[in-house]
């Protein structure tokens, strides 16, 4: 199930200008120039950011998301006609061959339910070609990144177009390792105010690669993420060819 902020109609259209600095995406496009990828299976697309900018530069997008209001803000961009953006998750998808799929930002966390994580990995490795990559994030846990999730370190006041001026922050409400469960509060203008709660589940770097093992995934590299030195994996996983 998708988190509020995700899956309301009312808080769907925030995200892109509340979360306007998306300089994590600019690793992944090097990496699909890199890995030469002209198709891309975007898992958790969301609003459609990361697969519109790879449509724009010619590449084949399918963009999932269990999110219907979230999709449907993706569908209003200019563009969105170049995407095939599909309404559920990695577990059902059609036959693909895509050269790579990608969970970016804290798609791969969300997936807290263990039996939802794994038919993920197994619904990436079955939409991939043999050779093709999957590649994520996940947080070092031992950077206990959950430490600065307060008001103090996350208040902003964002001017959204035909909204208005509102104000944001998150707060840590709980941790039940390895779950981390915080809250996003939302004020408008006009007094209104929302809250959108979202759990992340923290994996140790060999559990994910032992997860991907399983799955049929060769890992062929851990990197960092250039924007958060040491706080991330990125995990570059293959499909074998064989």
Known sequence: MADELFNDPRLAPLYD???????????YLRLVDELGARRVLDIGCGTGVFALLLAGRGVEVV?????????DVARAKPGAERVTWLHGDATALPPLRADLATMTGNVAQAI????????????????????????????DPAR??????????????TDV???????TWAELTEVAWPLVTFRWTYVFADGRRLTSDSTLRFRERDEV??????????????????????????????????
């Open 17 to 27: 200008p509340v979360e306007s600095d998306r300089l994590d995406l600019d690793a």
């Open 63 to 71: 963009g999932v998301d269990p999110a219907g209001a979230s999709l």
């Open 112 to 139: 807290v339910d263990p039996g939802a994580w794994h038919g993920t990995l197994a619904g990436a490795h079955a939409a991939l070609r043999p050779g093709g990559h999957l590649v994520f994030e996940t947080r």
């Open 144 to 157: 206990r990144a959950w430490e600065g999730w307060n008001r103090g370190a996350t208040h902003k006041v």
């Open 161 to 167: 177009p035909g909204v208005g001026a509102v104000e």
């Open 209 to 242: 690669e032992a997860e991907l093992a399983a799955h049929g995934f060769a890992v062929r590299e851990v990197r960092d993420a250039p924007d958060r030195p040491g706080k991330e994996f990125v995990f570059v996983a293959r499909r074998p060819e064989a």
